[in-house]
C-alpha cells in the first residue's frame, strides 16, 4: 500500500487513494481529498441526470454515460449517441477541538476547495441491431486539497504548516452491449486507470530550521472489467452490475528535504456490486421512479500502515439512492431525490444527500440536464494537532452540480 506521510495534525497517517469509476453510487465517481481525517471519502460528480436522481447510476443509466456504469443498458436506445458532461464540486470542513462545540475556538479551522475538472466524455456507437459499442474518458480521482495553518511553539512562531494535493487519475472505459431474448442485455466494460497526482506538504519541526518540505509523486497504471445485465420492459425496467476485483500498479518519488528515494508498489480496488430498479408510471401525472442499492466491499482495502504498523479493517457497505423523474411538459422533466451512503472507514457513519435538477429537450435530437447535490456528515475524531491530543468534532459538506449534453447522431 502507499507509504505514510507526516499528516496536518503531526500525527503518521497513510494517504488511502481509492480509485474506481463508481464505488458507490453514480456514472462516475470522483474522489477528492476532504480535509486530513479522510482522506479519500467519495465526492460523487457524475452525470447531471444521476446526480439529480439520488446520484443512482444502474436505473438511470439512459444516455451514452451507460458506458462508465451499466454497459448492458446502451441496447435499450436507438442509433448513435454522444455524451458530454462539466462538473463542479466545492467540498467543505469545519473541525473543532478540544471539545469546544459551541464556537470556532480551541484550534478549530475550516477549509473550502473546489475542482472543475477535465469535461465527461462518451460514445456509443450502433453496430448492429443488436450489437453497441462505446466509448468514453472519466475522471477517478481528483487531488485538488490545500490547506494552511500557522504553527507555534510556546508562543513562538515556528513555521506555517501547509498542504496541497495536485493532480488527477483518469480512465478510458471500453465496451460493448449485446441484445439477448427476452428484453435482457449484456454488457462489457474495460477501464483502463492512469493519472500522475502529487501530494507536497510542509513539515513542522520543533523549531524553524528543522521545517522541511515533503512531496511524493505518483505514478498510477492498471485496469479493470465491469459487467452488466440491463432488462427492458417499458414500464418496468432492471439492471445489475458488477465491478471486479483489481489492482493498480504505481511508482512513487518522495523528496523530503534534499534527500530523494523512488518506490513502486500495488494498490487493490475494491469490487462492487449494484442494482437498479426503474418503474414509469404514467398515470394522471406522468413520473418515473428510479432505485438504486450498492455494495462496496471495501474490506478488499484492508491493509497494514507501513509507517505506524496499525491494521486498517475497512467494512463492506451498501448505500441507497431513490430518485423521482416528473413531467412537466413534452419538452420538460424535474427530477429530486435522496442518498445515504456509509463511510468507508466507519460504517456507522453516513453522508446524507438531498439532490435536485431537471432535463429540457433543446430539440429533437439534443437533450441537456442540470443537477445538483448536497452532501453533510457530522462525526466526532481523535486526532494530534502538532504536539497537543485533541477530541474534535468534524463538520464535512459537499455541493455538487453538473450540467450534460445528450446527442442522438
Same mark, same amino acid.
Given at each position: 500500500?502507499?507509504?505514510?506521510? @507526516?499528516?496536518? %495534525?503531526?500525527?503518521?497517517?497513510?494517504?488511502?487513494?481509492?480509485?474506481?469509476?463508481?464505488?458507490?453510487?453514480?456514472?462516475?465517481?470522483?474522489? &477528492?481529498?476532504?480535509?486530513?481525517?479522510?482522506?479519500?471519502?467519495?465526492?460523487?460528480?457524475?452525470?447531471? @441526470?444521476?446526480?439529480?436522481?439520488?446520484?443512482?447510476?444502474?436505473?438511470? +443509466?439512459?444516455?451514452?454515460? %451507460?458506458?462508465?456504469?451499466?454497459?448492458?443498458?446502451?441496447?435499450?436506445?436507438?442509433?448513435?449517441?454522444?455524451?458530454?458532461?462539466?462538473?463542479?464540486?466545492?467540498?467543505?470542513?469545519?473541525?473543532?477541538?478540544?471539545?469546544?462545540?459551541?464556537?470556532?475556538?480551541?484550534?478549530?479551522?475550516?477549509?473550502?476547495?473546489?475542482?472543475?475538472?477535465?469535461?465527461?466524455?462518451?460514445?456509443?456507437?450502433?453496430?448492429?441491431?443488436?450489437?453497441?459499442?462505446?466509448?468514453?474518458? &472519466?475522471?477517478?480521482?481528483?487531488?485538488?486539497?490545500?490547506?494552511?495553518?500557522?504553527?507555534?511553539?510556546? /508562543?513562538?512562531?515556528?513555521?506555517?504548516?501547509?498542504?496541497?494535493?495536485?493532480?488527477?487519475?483518469?480512465?478510458?472505459?471500453?465496451?460493448?452491449?449485446?441484445?439477448?431474448?427476452?428484453? $435482457?442485455?449484456?454488457?462489457?466494460? *474495460?477501464?483502463?486507470?492512469?493519472?500522475?497526482?502529487?501530494?507536497?506538504?510542509?513539515?513542522?519541526?520543533?523549531?524553524?530550521?528543522?521545517?522541511?518540505?515533503?512531496?511524493?509523486?505518483?505514478?498510477?497504471?492498471?485496469?479493470?472489467?465491469?459487467?452488466?445485465?440491463?432488462?427492458?420492459?417499458?414500464? $418496468?425496467?432492471?439492471?445489475?452490475?458488477?465491478?471486479?476485483?483489481?489492482?493498480?500498479?504505481?511508482?512513487?518519488? *518522495?523528496?523530503?528535504?534534499?534527500?530523494?528515494? @523512488?518506490?513502486?508498489?500495488?494498490?487493490?480496488?475494491?469490487?462492487?456490486?449494484?442494482?437498479?430498479?426503474? *418503474?414509469? $408510471?404514467?398515470?394522471?401525472?406522468?413520473? +418515473?421512479?428510479?432505485?438504486?442499492?450498492?455494495?462496496?466491499?471495501?474490506?478488499?482495502?484492508?491493509?497494514?500502515?507501513?509507517?505506524?504498523?496499525?491494521?486498517?479493517?475497512?467494512?463492506?457497505?451498501?448505500?441507497?439512492?431513490? /430518485?423521482?423523474?416528473?413531467?412537466?411538459?413534452?419538452?420538460?422533466?424535474?427530477?429530486?431525490?435522496?442518498?445515504?451512503?456509509?463511510?468507508?472507514?466507519?460504517?456507522?457513519?453516513?453522508?446524507?444527500?438531498?439532490?435536485?435538477?431537471?432535463?429540457?429537450?433543446?430539440?429533437?435530437?439534443?437533450?441537456?440536464?442540470?443537477?445538483?447535490?448536497?452532501?453533510?456528515?457530522?462525526?466526532?475524531?481523535?486526532?494530534?494537532?502538532?504536539?497537543?491530543?485533541?477530541?474534535?468534532?468534524?463538520?464535512?459538506?459537499?455541493?455538487?452540480?453538473?450540467?450534460?449534453?445528450? $446527442?442522438?447522431?
Amino acid at each position: 500500500m502507499l507509504n505514510g506521510v @507526516k499528516s496536518a %495534525c503531526g500525527g503518521q497517517r497513510t494517504i488511502k487513494i481509492l480509485l474506481t469509476a463508481m464505488l458507490a453510487a453514480s456514472p462516475s465517481g470522483a474522489f &477528492t481529498n476532504l480535509g486530513i481525517q479522510h482522506m479519500g471519502d467519495p465526492v460523487y460528480s457524475g452525470g447531471a @441526470k444521476s446526480l439529480a436522481l439520488g446520484l443512482t447510476s444502474v436505473s438511470s +443509466a439512459k444516455n451514452a454515460a %451507460c458506458v462508465f456504469s451499466n454497459a448492458a443498458s446502451m441496447a435499450a436506445f436507438d442509433g448513435n449517441r454522444f455524451y458530454f458532461s462539466l462538473p463542479l464540486v466545492i467540498a467543505s470542513e469545519r473541525i473543532i477541538p478540544d471539545n469546544n462545540w459551541s464556537a470556532d475556538e480551541g484550534g478549530a479551522y475550516y477549509n473550502a476547495n473546489s475542482s472543475f475538472e477535465i469535461p465527461e466524455t462518451a460514445f456509443v456507437y450502433a453496430f448492429s441491431d443488436k450489437v453497441r459499442l462505446g466509448a468514453g474518458m &472519466t475522471q477517478l480521482m481528483n487531488f485538488s486539497y490545500k490547506h494552511e495553518e500557522d504553527a507555534y511553539s510556546a /508562543g513562538s512562531f515556528i513555521g506555517k504548516f501547509d498542504y496541497k494535493g495536485s493532480g488527477n487519475i483518469n480512465a478510458i472505459d471500453l465496451a460493448a452491449a449485446l441484445k439477448l431474448s427476452g428484453g $435482457w442485455s449484456w454488457g462489457l466494460t *474495460h477501464e483502463i486507470i492512469s493519472g500522475s497526482p502529487s501530494v507536497e506538504m510542509n513539515i513542522i519541526g520543533t523549531s524553524e530550521a528543522s521545517t522541511k518540505r515533503e512531496k511524493k509523486e505518483y505514478d498510477f497504471s492498471g485496469s479493470r472489467t465491469n459487467v452488466s445485465l440491463y432488462r427492458d420492459r417499458g414500464l $418496468w425496467n432492471y439492471g445489475i452490475a458488477y465491478s471486479a476485483p483489481a489492482g493498480l500498479d504505481y511508482d512513487v518519488k *518522495h523528496t523530503s528535504g534534499a534527500a530523494s528515494l @523512488k518506490d513502486k508498489g500495488e494498490l487493490d480496488l475494491p469490487r462492487k456490486l449494484s442494482f437498479g430498479l426503474n *418503474h414509469i $408510471w404514467a398515470g394522471a401525472v406522468s413520473a +418515473a421512479i428510479y432505485f438504486d442499492i450498492v455494495k462496496t466491499f471495501w474490506s478488499d482495502m484492508s491493509f497494514i500502515d507501513p509507517v505506524t504498523m496499525e491494521k486498517h479493517n475497512y467494512k463492506d457497505s451498501v448505500s441507497y439512492h431513490l /430518485g423521482v423523474e416528473n413531467d412537466l411538459s413534452s419538452t420538460l422533466q424535474i427530477r429530486y431525490g435522496m442518498a445515504f451512503v456509509p463511510s468507508y472507514e466507519r460504517t456507522s457513519v453516513e453522508r446524507a444527500y438531498m439532490t435536485a435538477g431537471f432535463g429540457y429537450y433543446i430539440s429533437s435530437n439534443m437533450y441537456m440536464d442540470l443537477g445538483y447535490a448536497y452532501g453533510r456528515r457530522n462525526y466526532l475524531e481523535s486526532w494530534q494537532k502538532f504536539s497537543t491530543s485533541y477530541d474534535s468534532r468534524i463538520q464535512e459538506s459537499m455541493h455538487m452540480f453538473n450540467v450534460s449534453l445528450d $446527442w442522438r447522431l
